[in-house]
């Protein structure tokens, strides 16, 4: 049979789409599409508003009334006594209570109160000397008392009685440090289960922003929130629980729509295979415990909450009797201190409002139900489509089959959205739609000749069903069919890179002949066509039996040509070499995007079994590191693996250069950018430091800056980690890095930790300012440009402090200082 003959068949074809599209179905390549038509059903799907709920937001206009955020904890006291006595049902506070107190002082203070106290002055003959005591005792216990926020709002949230306070968490990936141990104030408040009974799906996490425990043990409950890890993927579900370590904490939404509706927190019963009920409501949630959000909205555009502002309820503007028997909800609005999040009505809401939509969920019973009957149905409905295809839209004349077809395919995309804006109901059918609409698109070229129906195929047409078989047939191992069907297709660029994609799968099966078989198709076809040449060699000496040696210069997959590594990445041009290795600008074959990646060549410097299996345990440690790391102010590692002796890390690519360029005085910076340059890099190091990451090798040549975007990067982290596979005995090994940047104690050899950091960053700040690569030892107040403040010139001393005791305790302190500073020379 011939292959026009086989395709004259007109039930090979639908066969050959239908197993196409079940395949990129169970593949997700088909999801991004099944969620677009999801949000156009949420955009036309209206419910009532739920008008319990009421947000006050920390807007721009209270932050530029009272002042830069965090604030000193008095704003918050004062708003929670005014809420108090409107009588609201609850308070919810999304923010993470972190107040801007002055330990110092507050310390001076105590003492000074407990020696007034230890002086017996009241047992003195002299009542105007006692009457002065009394009264600077009250002036002190008020200080102490304006001071000591914590205590003072430890006390109002018990006296309220309604406060629901927020935790931010974040997902422990597998083999990162288990999560830390919690207070007895916290685990009070989780959800009482037995770690047997704790649903599987859940993932384990860490908690690493939470009321102090004083705070804690007087809120009315705790809620959980772990922020998306893509700030700029679409939020359409929301947790309901969390799981950290052996406690079971409920999400912000549950805990605060069950305490509205008086529903204790031992009624929350998370157990395997069974709903979770609110009251009488079973919640409609998939495997993972996410309900599907509703998004409600209004002609406006406008929030449909009411949101009133910080500063105007602060102020007496909004009356305390708006708040009566309501849910207030408090967060942070402000952009820049807020991350905002896009949902399906194509709006970015803060936190704060994304909460008032999923507690309105809960509350409503709104929440849409995705059916788990429609996984399964999902391949029947695909296959009755296919049956479609082959014996009912071809019979009828070609115009009334064409026009039959496009009808069902509208008709699923119509019935997915009206059950949902009618039902609430989810069944997707976009994949369905699809399938029938481009299986019409083929039948559209079907005519009658000679009393025959035949299939008049365009040749792109063959090509396109021949490709997405071949893939398909990659994708099981089949490459030699694979292979067949690539050679059936046209011999353009589309083709010829889905072939040297079946190269590198051949290769790493260590298929050699079969590799060798393409390769020389590939020459004969384009010659030269990428790097195929010195691959059909390569493969031909390992098809022969001979292997490359461990320190050979890079071998055909490490060329400094256009080459590929894990299968999708293109090696285009040499970035730089740094201490470690070379980075490399390449492309993401499969994404279609720029990335660098830095290659290590661990085997090159670890000759010896034993000190190579030692580098890469450490790689693995530092790849897991740079995984978890997550911050605007820090190159974001996309992929590891070690390839062939050799480390690899896909990253991010940043335009900009490394901070050497600025130490000499006629590339030095502005002071006020060196200072907001200095401020980023704490904030970033301060959240590796949470997650128990220390840099260890803090230097100019490991931060980018952009001068136009004023971008600061920081790149290197965990590296550190592989100098501990270099035998102490080995003082020639190039790896030995240069002390400039190290502390004092990790040039005795302690490991590094928050305060090394500190100190590294305290040399960088002091050689901008400076111009110049100036030693530590030759550092002082005398040898700073005039007109430097003070300020930051103790700043600097503080972080370059020999003892590390001396130092800053955090960069979060470091940060603050800076703030100050700056306050200090603007309002002097």
């Given at each position: 049979?011939?292959?026009?003959?086989?395709?004259?068949?007109r039930?090979i074809?639908?066969?050959?789409?239908?197993?196409c599209?079940?395949?990129a179905?169970?593949?997700s390549l088909?999801?991004?599409?099944?969620w677009?038509?999801?949000?156009?059903?949420?955009?036309?799907?209206?419910h009532?508003?739920?008008?319990?709920?009421?947000?006050i937001?920390?807007?721009?206009?209270?932050?530029?009334?009272?002042?830069?955020?965090?604030?000193?904890?008095?704003?918050?006291?004062?708003?929670?006594?005014?809420?108090?006595?409107?009588?609201?049902k609850?308070?919810v506070?999304?923010?993470?209570?972190?107040?801007?107190?002055?330990?110092?002082?507050?310390?001076?203070?105590?003492?000074?109160?407990?020696?007034?106290?230890?002086?017996?002055y009241?047992?003195?003959?002299?009542p105007?000397?006692?009457?002065?005591m009394?009264?600077?005792e009250?002036?002190?216990?008020?200080?102490?008392?304006?001071?000591?926020?914590?205590?003072?709002y430890?006390?109002?949230?018990?006296r309220?009685?309604?406060i629901?306070?927020?935790?931010?968490?974040?997902?422990?990936?597998y083999?990162?440090?288990?999560?830390?141990?919690?207070?007895?104030?916290?685990i009070?408040?989780?959800?009482?289960?037995?770690p047997?009974?704790?649903?599987?799906?859940?993932?384990?996490?860490?908690?690493?922003l939470?009321?102090p425990q004083?705070?804690?043990?007087?809120?009315?409950?705790?809620g959980?929130?772990?922020?998306?890890?893509?700030?700029?993927?679409?939020?359409?579900?929301?947790?309901?629980?969390?799981?950290t370590?052996?406690?079971?904490?409920?999400?912000?939404?549950?805990?605060?729509?069950?305490?509205?509706?008086g529903?204790?927190?031992?009624?929350?019963?998370?157990?395997?295979?069974?709903?979770?009920?609110?009251?009488q409501?079973?919640?409609?949630?998939d495997?993972?415990y996410?309900?599907?959000?509703?998004?409600?909205?209004?002609?406006?555009?406008?929030?449909?909450?009411?949101?009133?502002?910080f500063?105007d309820?602060?102020?007496?503007?909004v009356?305390?009797?708006?708040?009566?028997?309501?849910?207030?909800?408090?967060?942070?609005?402000?952009?820049?201190?807020?991350?905002?999040y896009?949902?399906?009505?194509?709006?970015?809401?803060?936190p704060v409002e994304?909460?008032?939509?999923?507690?309105?969920?809960?509350?409503n019973?709104?929440?849409?139900v995705?059916?788990?009957?429609?996984l399964?149905?999902?391949?029947?409905?695909?296959?009755?489509?296919?049956?479609?295809?082959m014996?009912?839209?071809?019979?009828?004349?070609?115009?009334?089959?064409?026009?039959a077809?496009?009808?069902?395919a509208?008709?699923?995309?119509?019935?997915?959205?009206?059950?949902?804006?009618?039902h609430?109901?989810?069944?997707?059918?976009?994949?369905?739609?699809?399938?029938?609409?481009?299986?019409?698109?083929?039948?559209?070229?079907?005519?009658?000749?000679?009393?025959?129906?035949?299939?008049?195929?365009?040749?792109?047409?063959?090509?396109d069903?021949?490709?997405?078989?071949?893939?398909?047939?990659q994708?099981?191992?089949?490459?030699?069919?694979?292979?067949?069907?690539f050679?059936?297709?046209?011999?353009?660029?589309?083709?010829?890179?889905?072939l040297?994609?079946?190269?590198?799968?051949?290769?790493?099966?260590?298929?050699f002949?079969?590799?060798?078989?393409?390769?020389?198709?590939?020459e004969?076809?384009?010659?030269?066509?990428r790097?195929c040449?010195?691959?059909?060699?390569?493969n031909?000496?390992m098809?022969?039996?001979?292997?490359?040696?461990?320190?050979?210069?890079?071998s055909?997959a490490?060329?400094?040509?256009?080459?590929?590594?894990?299968?999708r990445?293109?090696?285009?041009?040499?970035?730089g070499k740094?201490l470690?290795?070379?980075?490399?600008?390449?492309?993401?074959?499969?994404?279609?995007?720029?990335v660098?990646?830095?290659?290590?060549p661990?085997?090159?410097?670890?000759?010896?079994e034993?000190?190579?299996?030692?580098?890469?345990?450490?790689?693995?440690?530092?790849?897991?590191?740079?995984?978890?790391?997550?911050?605007?102010?820090?190159?974001?590692?996309?992929?590891?693996?070690?390839?062939?002796?050799r480390?690899?890390?896909v990253?991010?690519i940043?335009?900009?250069?490394?901070l050497?360029?600025?130490?000499?005085p006629?590339r030095?910076?502005?002071?006020?950018?060196?200072?907001?340059?200095?401020?980023?890099?704490a904030?970033?190091l301060d959240?590796?430091?949470?997650?128990?990451?220390?840099?260890?090798?803090?230097?100019?040549?490991n931060?980018?800056?952009?001068?136009?975007?004023?971008e600061?990067?920081?790149?290197?982290?965990?590296?550190a980690?592989?100098?501990?596979?270099?035998?102490?005995?080995?003082?020639?090994h190039?790896?030995?890095?240069?002390?400039?940047?190290?502390?004092?104690e990790q040039q005795?050899?302690?490991p590094?930790?928050?305060?090394?950091?500190?100190?590294a960053?305290?040399?960088?700040?002091?050689?901008?300012?400076?111009?110049?690569?100036?030693?530590?030892?030759?550092?002082?107040?005398?040898?700073?440009p005039?007109?430097?403040?003070?300020c930051?010139?103790?700043?600097i001393q503080?972080?370059?402090?020999?003892q590390?005791?001396?130092?800053?305790?955090?960069?979060?302190?470091?940060a603050?200082d800076?703030?100050?500073?700056?306050?200090?020379q603007?309002n002097p």
């Amino acid at each position: 049979m011939t292959v026009t003959h086989f395709f004259a068949k007109r039930w090979i074809l639908p066969i050959i789409l239908t197993a196409c599209f079940i395949l990129a179905d169970h593949a997700s390549l088909l999801t991004h599409l099944e969620w677009q038509t999801y949000d156009q059903g949420i955009r036309h799907s209206v419910h009532p508003v739920d008008k319990r709920i009421v947000l006050i937001a920390v807007d721009e206009k209270s932050i530029a009334t009272l002042g830069h955020w965090p604030w000193n904890g008095q704003h918050e006291l004062q708003l929670i006594r005014t809420l108090a006595r409107g009588g609201p049902k609850l308070i919810v506070d999304t923010r993470m209570v972190v107040f801007n107190t002055d330990q110092v002082a507050l310390d001076l203070l105590e003492k000074a109160k407990n020696k007034l106290d230890h002086s017996h002055y009241s047992s003195l003959d002299n009542p105007e000397f006692i009457q002065s005591m009394t009264g600077l005792e009250k002036i002190l216990v008020e200080g102490i008392k304006h001071l000591n926020v914590v205590d003072e709002y430890a006390k109002a949230v018990a006296r309220t009685g309604t406060i629901i306070l927020a935790m931010q968490g974040i997902p422990l990936h597998y083999g990162q440090t288990a999560a830390p141990p919690l207070g007895e104030a916290m685990i009070k408040h989780a959800i009482t289960a037995t770690p047997p009974s704790f649903p599987q799906q859940l993932p384990d996490s860490a908690i690493i922003l939470a009321p102090p425990q004083e705070i804690a043990g007087q809120a009315l409950a705790l809620g959980m929130n772990i922020p998306p890890a893509d700030a700029n993927a679409i939020v359409r579900t929301a947790p309901l629980a969390y799981r950290t370590a052996d406690n079971l904490f409920p999400s912000l939404a549950l805990i605060v729509a069950a305490k509205s509706l008086g529903i204790q927190r031992s009624e929350l019963q998370f157990q395997p295979n069974k709903p979770i009920s609110l009251g009488q409501w079973a919640i409609p949630h998939d495997q993972n415990y996410s309900i599907l959000t509703c998004f409600y909205h209004d002609d406006t555009g406008k929030s449909p909450f009411p949101v009133h502002s910080f500063i105007d309820v602060l102020e007496h503007k909004v009356p305390a009797t708006v708040f009566r028997n309501q849910i207030v909800l408090i967060g942070l609005t402000t952009p820049g201190l807020a991350i905002r999040y896009a949902t399906p009505l194509g709006q970015s809401l803060a936190p704060v409002e994304l909460l008032a939509h999923e507690v309105a969920t809960l509350l409503n019973q709104d929440a849409l139900v995705h059916p788990t009957w429609a996984l399964r149905f999902k391949p029947l409905l695909y296959a009755i489509c296919g049956l479609i295809l082959m014996f009912i839209l071809p019979m009828p004349p070609r115009t009334i089959g064409l026009l039959a077809g496009l009808g069902l395919a509208s008709s699923c995309l119509l019935a997915e959205i009206v059950l949902m804006v009618r039902h609430a109901q989810w069944i997707p059918l976009t994949g369905p739609a699809l399938l029938l609409l481009s299986g019409t698109g083929i039948l559209a070229f079907t005519q009658r000749t000679s009393g025959k129906r035949t299939l008049v195929l365009p040749y792109s047409e063959a090509d396109d069903s021949n490709r997405m078989l071949g893939l398909a047939l990659q994708g099981q191992g089949r490459f030699d069919l694979a292979f067949e069907r690539f050679r059936l297709c046209r011999t353009d660029e589309l083709t010829l890179g889905m072939l040297y994609h079946l190269v590198l799968d051949l290769e790493n099966n260590r298929r050699f002949n079969e590799a060798i078989a393409v390769l020389e198709y590939l020459e004969q076809k384009k010659e030269g066509f990428r790097d195929c040449t010195i691959r059909l060699e390569s493969n031909r000496a390992m098809a022969a039996g001979s292997s490359l040696p461990w320190n050979r210069e890079p071998s055909f997959a490490m060329q400094q040509e256009k080459l590929s590594l894990l299968d999708r990445y293109r090696l285009e041009e040499e970035l730089g070499k740094g201490l470690f290795g070379t980075v490399w600008h390449g492309h993401d074959d499969h994404q279609h995007r720029e990335v660098a990646i830095k290659i290590i060549p661990l085997q090159e410097r670890f000759p010896d079994e034993k000190s190579f299996s030692q580098a890469k345990s450490m790689f693995n440690r530092m790849a897991d590191q740079c995984l978890a790391l997550r911050h605007p102010n820090i190159i974001k590692t996309e992929e590891t693996q070690i390839l062939e002796g050799r480390g690899v890390l896909v990253m991010e690519i940043h335009d900009g250069h490394s901070l050497e360029q600025h130490m000499s005085p006629k590339r030095s910076l502005a002071l006020p950018s060196i200072i907001q340059m200095i401020a980023k890099i704490a904030m970033a190091l301060d959240h590796a430091h949470r997650l128990q990451i220390f840099h260890g090798n803090l230097r100019p040549g490991n931060i980018i800056f952009n001068e136009e975007t004023q971008e600061i990067k920081i790149a290197g982290f965990g590296q550190a980690m592989l100098l501990e596979a270099i035998p102490e005995t080995d003082i020639t090994h190039p790896w030995k890095r240069t002390t400039s940047y190290l502390s004092p104690e990790q040039q005795r050899g302690d490991p590094p930790g928050r305060r090394s950091d500190i100190y590294a960053l305290g040399m960088i700040f002091a050689q901008l300012i400076l111009g110049t690569s100036t030693p530590a030892q030759q550092i002082g107040p005398e040898t700073f440009p005039d007109g430097t403040p003070e300020c930051l010139i103790g700043i600097i001393q503080k972080c370059l402090a020999p003892q590390p005791e001396q130092r800053f305790i955090n960069c979060i302190d470091l940060a603050k200082d800076l703030v100050s500073c700056i306050k200090s020379q603007i309002n002097p």
